[in-house]
DNA sequence: CAATCTGTCTTGACATTGTCAAGTCGTGCG
DNA sequence: CGCACGACTTGACAATGTCAAGACAGATTG
């Protein structure tokens, strides 16, 4: 029908404003609930009710469409981190519960900027600048934490001992097999909270406050 | 060139006594240096030298494959643990390297047994049930450190502790966002002995050993 | 010894995918 | 009025995962 005046082809939901925005939101949820390798270029097309072509238009290939997610994942959790940086009295704890925060509220952007294969790190300039700026809010909390470099005369030791246990809890909560675990009626934002003050604690004795 | 008579159209590589591990550790290989994303059944099968075909015959599909890498992942890595923990005075520390020692020899098995779209832990019994032998195990290491359940009424405090720093350096060494910001001239073998260090003292402070 | 079964593969086909190439169409601008 | 440009579209193409249907060697059975 109506095919003689070559019309739009979808005429229900096309030619949004951005479809720009509704290709990376198709691309986030099916990451988060089904991973990255579940994501199909012509699959979000059709969520966002626009041909298997017009991805491409704005981010040129399927890797441009993570790096993109990368790069805005990058960027949002340095802003949070850095707002909670620049308004605590309790540095490690805040920022780590910050950080774990992010990360399940964030599962699809998370996924993308730990997954050095498909990130764009290393191919995206603007994706990789997004992921030093967030590595830098890294080394001001534990520069902010310890400003002796606590125990260690290692600089990075603070600073990866406070990632590795708030990457390590975030991808274990994001990934199942830990909250497989836990007893159903402990909800996750308790677990957080505990892990926090656990770890804050447990980071004391390297570094007198 | 002899067609005719039916013989084995692959005549070089093919009908080794073990098509199944050799597909396994072509997979492996590619996991390893390119994600999981890039195993392509095809793939696999041609590196073996048979058919597009065979892996199914084995395996049943991809999901299939990935089942089996961690099912065995998780078997090696149970044995390992339980023969550290069996054998050591100083359980924190020595689990704690051996767990990222593992995770940084067996890349391609680690990343798919901490990847759930894709380990088959939900799908797979075998690989759900070896799975969960590696997890009593590190119940065994955190009981093992402090019987008593160290500083926290939450049992599973101390084991989230100790799997989130685990699991959390070997993640950051793996896929590449920390060994950038290090230094070059730092192996990351002595990285980890200082992690494990700087990791066990930091938690002394949450049980007394 | 012939027939049958079974494990280990193989070739063939199909729908679906990522991507290249070449339009189409409205909108602004000279 | 013409025409370049952005924002798409339709149309190919090779490669992929998987279903179906053999092929064939060796063991089992009559």
Redesign the pocket.
């Known amino acids: 029908m109506a095919r003689a005046?070559?019309?739009?082809?979808?005429t229900t939901v096309?030619?949004?404003p951005?479809?720009?925005r509704a290709v990376l939101d198709g691309a986030l949820a099916i990451i988060a609930t089904s991973g990255a390798d579940a994501?199909?270029?012509?699959?979000v097309?059709r969520r966002a009710?626009?041909?298997?072509?017009?991805p491409?238009?704005?981010f040129?290939?399927?890797?441009g469409i993570f790096a993109a997610i990368c790069e805005e994942g990058f960027t949002r959790f340095a802003d949070e981190f850095e707002a909670t940086l620049n308004s605590t009295s309790d540095p490690a704890r805040d920022c780590l519960r910050t950080y774990v925060t992010f990360a399940t509220n964030n599962v699809g952007h998370y996924r993308v900027m730990f997954r050095p294969d498909i990130s764009g790190t290393s191919t995206h300039e603007q994706a990789r600048r997004a992921g030093d700026r967030a590595f830098a809010a890294l080394l001001d909390l534990a520069e902010r934490v310890s400003p002796g470099n606590g125990a260690s005369d290692n600089p990075l030791m603070l600073p990866i001992t406070l990632w590795s246990m708030a990457h390590g809890l975030s991808t274990l909560l994001m990934d199942g097999p830990l909250l497989a675990k836990i007893p159903a009626d402990m909800p996750s934002d308790a677990l957080i909270s505990q892990f926090t003050d656990f770890a804050t604690r447990s980071l004391d004795v390297q570094f007198n406050r």
Chains 1, 2 share one sequence.
Request: cysteine-free.
């Open positions: 005046t070559r019309r739009p082809a979808l096309a030619t949004s951005d479809v720009r994501v199909s270029m012509r699959d097309a009710g626009v041909s298997h072509q017009a491409y238009h704005y040129g290939d399927r890797a």
